[in-house]
C-alpha cells in the first residue's frame, strides 16, 4: 500500500491541480492532500477555507483526504505514514525549484521520494496567482477554476472591495 501526499498553499485549488489530483489517486493507494498553513504569507482563503474548497472537489475520490499542515513538509508526510511526495511540474520556470525543495527533502528524510507529475498541457499556464489577478480585474476564471471556487473568489473580492 502506497500512500502519498500532494502537497501545497491552493489558494485557490485550480483545475491544474484537479488534473494532478485526478492522476495522482489513480497511481497511489491513497492520496493526501496537505493544504499549507503558511503564517507568512498573506493568503485569500484561510486554511480552513482552503481545506472545505478542496474536501468539496474531492468528495467523489474515495481515495483522497484532505489535512491542513503547518511546519516541514517532511514532517507532515512522516506524521502521515507516507512515502511519496507528488508536485506537478508546468514548464522549465518550475524546475529549479522544485528540484532544489525535492533534493533537500531527500537530504533530511531520506526515506521520502518526490514523485513529478507533468500538467497537462492545457493546464501549463495556470496558476493560483493568474486566477486571482484575472479575477481582481473582473476578468472570466470559469475555465480556470471549479463554479464553487469561482464564487468564493468573487465574494472575497466584493468583501475586500475588489483586491
Ligand atoms: O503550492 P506551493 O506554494 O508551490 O507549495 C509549496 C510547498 C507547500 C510544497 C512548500 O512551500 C513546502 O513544502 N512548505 C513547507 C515547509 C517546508 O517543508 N519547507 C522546506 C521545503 S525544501
Known amino acids: 500500500m502506497t500512500r502519498a501526499v500532494y502537497p501545497g498553499s491552493f489558494d485557490p485549488v485550480t483545475n491544474g491541480h484537479m488534473d494532478i ?57 512522516h506524521k502521515e505514514d507516507a512515502r511519496v511526495i507528488v508536485r506537478g511540474l508546468r514548464a522549465v520556470t518550475d524546475f529549479e525549484y522544485e528540484l532544489q525543495m525535492a533534493q533537500t527533502n531527500k537530504v533530511i528524510a531520506d526515506d521520502l521520494e518526490t514523485v513529478f507529475l507533468t500538467t497537462n498541457l492545457k493546464y501549463s499556464y495556470l496558476s493560483s496567482s493568474i486566477v486571482k489577478e484575472i479575477a481582481s480585474y473582473d476578468g472570466d476564471i470559469r475555465q480556470f477554476v471549479d463554479p464553487q471556487t469561482e464564487a468564493e473568489i468573487r465574494s472575497k473580492l466584493n468583501d475586500n472591495g475588489g483586491k
Open 21 to 77: 489530483i485526478d492522476r495522482a489517486s489513480k497511481i497511489f493507494d491513497e492520496l493526501i492532500i496537505g493544504v499549507l498553513l503558511n503564517q507568512s504569507k498573506k493568503p485569500m482563503f484561510s486554511v480552513d477555507e482552503r481545506v472545505n474548497l478542496l474536501e468539496h472537489l474531492t468528495e467523489n475520490y474515495p481515495n483522497v483526504t484532505v489535512k491542513k499542515f503547518d511546519g516541514l513538509l517532511v514532517d507532515f508526510a
